[in-house]
């Protein structure tokens, strides 16, 4: 079982950045984002795997950097240039292989003010 342990969420104007945090309990091989915005399903926003091989939903590619500290079992997501369309509760995973999350944080509420 791993535990993941989200920081960073908040209030922020548009155009403005953030930075999450996401702390693990154990070594996985692929952490992430999802996040979920009211009204619509969650969906994928960023994947980095422990070779650092990275994936990124389309609506944030420039904007949102994925990156990991392996030696902290950490994972990070910069957010730059937020849109209101970013809004939404943004929730940290990890995954033994490349499927879908096996665990998930309790989110942290992201919310873009335009």
């Known amino acids: 079982q791993v535990q993941l342990v989200e920081s960073g969420g908040g209030l922020v104007q548009a155009g403005g950045s953030l930075r999450l945090s996401c702390a693990a309990s154990g070594s996985i091989f692929s952490m992430g984002w999802y996040r979920q915005a009211p009204g619509k399903q969650r969906e994928l926003v960023a994947r980095?795997?422990?070779?650092?091989?990275?994936r990124y939903a389309d609506s944030v590619k420039g904007r949102f950097t994925i990156s990991r500290d392996n030696a902290k079992n950490m994972v990070y997501l910069q957010m730059n240039s937020l849109k209101s369309e970013d809004t939404a509760v943004y929730y940290c995973t990890a995954t033994w292989g490349l499927g879908l999350p096996n665990y998930w944080g309790q989110g942290t509420q992201v919310t873009v003010s335009s």
């Open positions: 980095i795997t422990g070779g650092s091989n990275t």
